[in-house]
């Protein structure tokens, strides 16, 4: 490096008022910079930082709201699957008294009919032991009238007739 030390030579750095001027210049330069372009920028900056963290806060508590949403309706959900599986167990146990008030309705009338039927053959029993009597006692009549001969009178017919039953009523 060539330093110029006063005098007229040109050097590559001259020692000289202007250089003194230069560096006021320079240093006039770096503070109206510093002012005019850097503070704002380091203003501007910050702001952006500022921005960019309100962001990131906002995402922060939009996420935890998000997720505590998400557990509220795991919480709605799990407690409407709990009542689904309260009403399917009423359902259940309502279906099945049915179905046994059902089966006892249909074995209640299935007896009724049994004991209806049975009372309707004993009926239809007495009826024909009824008129199997009195086949056999206008037999009788019939036989007894050829065996003597003769007629009977009412009273007499009733008596052998009476007689007749009473002997039947003896067998059954």
Do not use: C, W
């Not at 699957?81 to 209640?108: F, M, N, P, S």
């Not at 009926?123 to 009195?134: G, H, I, K, N, S």
Request: aromatic share 2%.
């Amino acid at each position: 490096m060539a330093f110029a030390s006063g005098g007229g030579e040109g050097g590559l750095i001259s020692l000289d008022k202007s250089l003194i001027i230069q560096a006021v210049n320079f240093l006039i330069l770096l503070i109206l910079l510093t002012k005019l372009l850097y503070k704002p920028l380091l203003a501007k900056m910050d702001e952006r930082t500022q921005v960019i963290q309100r962001s990131l806060d906002e995402a922060q508590a939009a996420r935890a709201e998000a997720r505590k949403e998400r557990d509220e309706f795991a919480a709605k959900i799990q407690a409407v699957h709990a009542e689904a599986q309260g009403i399917r167990a009423t359902a259940l146990k309502d279906a099945a008294d049915e179905q046994r008030r059902l089966v006892d309705a249909a074995r209640a009338e299935a007896a009724g009919l049994v004991a209806s039927a049975r009372q309707e053959m004993d009926q239809d029993v007495r009826r024909a032991r009824q008129e199997l009597r009195q086949e056999v006692a206008d037999l009788a009549i019939a036989v007894s009238e050829r065996l003597i001969k003769k007629s009977l009178n009412d009273a007499d017919h009733r008596r052998v007739v009476d007689d007749a039953i009473a002997r039947m009523g003896q067998k059954n």
